[in-house]
């Protein structure tokens, strides 16, 4: 039986024979005459809540690894073993943690608070993924400054600079290491499927992100569709990593 | 030391010490820097030569005693304002410049200061280093001497009351070192002259620049003489050993 139901489902070999019809599937509004838009729906979703959860794992990510590279203080140790581990989180459990904190038996969940978001919206998966992204972007980022030679703080001191502007200095240097911080902490999460499918649940025209969608159309059957929107993601981390890379490039020329 | 008790000194250091992790590196009694002199520390390494400048330049407090600057004291609880420790600015034995153009390193301080049109110093800053031909070349394709140049340009651009140099030339070939030699002498010839305060442990150097030398061993300045005097009849059988080049670093 088992042998019959893998034969059946089996594909070619020959990526011709999947991708073809994969975009055909998608771009055909014939077969499902909403597919369209709420592809459209799903690829934006992705695109807002992972974008918006590096704006803020970004804002709040480089100070902290700024902070951490530069200044000794005690229990520096500590928080530096945590983000360690904090990078490699699985991001299941970080959805299990965020799940038990805002249901309504949790500790927020009970609150009618703004900016507590209630489970099953965009606005936790946002807290979910940028949960997940903040310690990649802190630890590579205080990795990125601590390559900086402490001499260079010194001598920017030396010129004048109060230590905000000293800092921004090491951190300026430091650039192409913060570019790879910020591109490690989107990868993270544009590919996260365990954190944003506990809770956000996966539902239609809600919560449903290419990651959870293609679980959903493998967990059907129709591969076609997995596969073209794993190709859509694909595509999508690939342009912003063009967009980054521009960004280390163009600071190369300064 | 009759200088010493001259009524304006640029720097005082009362009973100055700094202790790292415990150990004591420098102990300095007593010691006046004047405006517009160009003062020599000189001593074998480790006699807290770099320790005291890094003190004037404010970036480290003083573990205990009294540095004044401008009549400011600056101790272990208060800072230097901070437009005061900008009128100070340091070239340092290895320079590290910023990974940008020259031009952009040498604006640096500047900018740091919010003097966004300094267009004209800067490019008389560089002219006086001999680098006014290549502004838009990076940084990081210097060779050593270059660099050091672009370090002392982008100092001598903010146009400091008070400009230390540690060990500048130590790591340069002569050509270099003749070309920052001569800098400095001219900027201590200005209408109002920089001060200066040298760390060399090239007693060579500590003559052919200095009016006045220290001479620190130990983290102590166990003499302070004007030049001719430090190097023709030093006062100190410490000091007319070392520069007998007898005592052994």
């Known amino acids: 039986m088992a042998i019959h ?24 509004r014939h077969t499902i005459p909403d597919l369209n838009s ?54 299941v459990v970080i959805g299990l943690f965020v799940y038990l904190l805002l249901s309504r038996s949790g500790p927020l969940g009970g609150l009618a608070v703004p900016f507590i978001p209630a489970l099953f919206t965009p606005a936790a998966m946002v807290l979910a993924q940028s949960i997940i992204a903040f310690p990649l972007v802190a630890g590579f980022t205080m990795a990125a400054v601590m390559g900086v030679d402490p001499q260079l703080r010194q001598q920017v001191m030396a010129l004048g600079a109060t230590r905000r502007q000293a800092a921004l200095a090491v951190l300026t240097e430091a650039r192409v290491g913060v570019v790879v911080a910020v591109i490690a902490g989107f990868g993270g999460i544009i590919s996260e499927v365990g954190a944003v499918m506990m809770v956000g649940g996966n539902i239609e025209g809600s919560t449903r992100v290419l990651t959870t969608a293609i679980v959903l159309s493998t967990r059907q ?3 076609n569709l997995a596969i073209a929107l794993g190709l859509i993601l694909l595509g999508i981390t690939f342009v912003v990593n063009v967009v980054m890379l521009r960004l280390q490039g163009k600071s190369f020329n300064e | 030391m009759s200088s010493d008790l001259n009524p304006t000194p640029v720097y005082t250091l009362e009973q100055v010490t700094k202790v790292y992790n415990g150990r004591k590196v420098l102990e300095v009694e007593r010691l006046a820097v004047q405006p517009g002199e160009i003062l020599a520390l000189v001593g074998p390494s480790g006699a807290g030569k770099s320790t005291l400048l890094r003190l004037l330049n404010f970036l480290e407090p003083p573990t205990a005693g009294c540095l004044t600057f401008h009549d400011r004291p600056f101790t272990a609880e208060t800072e230097m304002p901070l437009a005061l420790r900008r009128r100070v600015t340091m070239v340092f034995q290895r320079p590290l410049l910023l990974n940008r153009s020259i031009e952009a390193n040498v604006r640096f301080g500047l ?25 838009h070349q990076k940084a990081s394709t210097l060779s050593g001497g270059e660099a050091q140049r672009v370090a ?98």
């Not at chain 1, 070999?13 to 055909?24: E, L, M, N, Y």
């Open chain 1, 221 to 223: 059957g129709d591969f």
């Open chain 1, 5 to 28: 139901l893998y034969k059946a489902y089996r594909l070619n070999p020959c990526p011709a024979h999947w991708v073809f019809p994969a975009f055909r599937r998608i771009f055909s």
């Open chain 1, 38 to 91: 709420e592809l459209a729906e799903i690829i934006g979703l992705s695109i807002q809540v992972s974008g918006l959860a590096l704006v803020i794992s970004t804002l709040v990510g480089i100070p902290i690894g700024v902070l951490l590279g530069l200044t000794r203080f005690s229990g520096r140790r500590l928080l530096i073993a945590l983000l360690y581990t904090g990078m490699g989180f699985p991001p």
């Open chain 2, 152 to 249: 002392l340009a982008r100092a001598i651009v903010l146009q400091p009351d008070v400009l230390l140099l540690d060990e500048p030339t130590a790591n340069l070939d002569p050509y270099n070192v003749g070309l920052i030699e001569e800098i400095v002498l001219q900027l201590n010839r200005q209408p109002s002259p920089t001060t200066l305060v040298l760390v060399t442990h090239n007693i060579f150097q500590a003559k052919r620049l200095a009016q006045r030398v220290a001479f620190m061993l130990d983290g102590s300045v166990v003499d302070v003489a004007d030049a001719e005097t430090f190097f023709t009849r030093p006062n100190d059988p410490r000091t007319a050993a070392f520069v007998r080049g007898e005592m052994v670093y």
């Open chain 2, 111 to 135: 900018q740091l200061r919010g003097e966004h049109d300094g267009d004209e110093r800067v490019r008389t800053a560089l002219a006086a280093v001999g680098l006014e031909h290549l502004p």
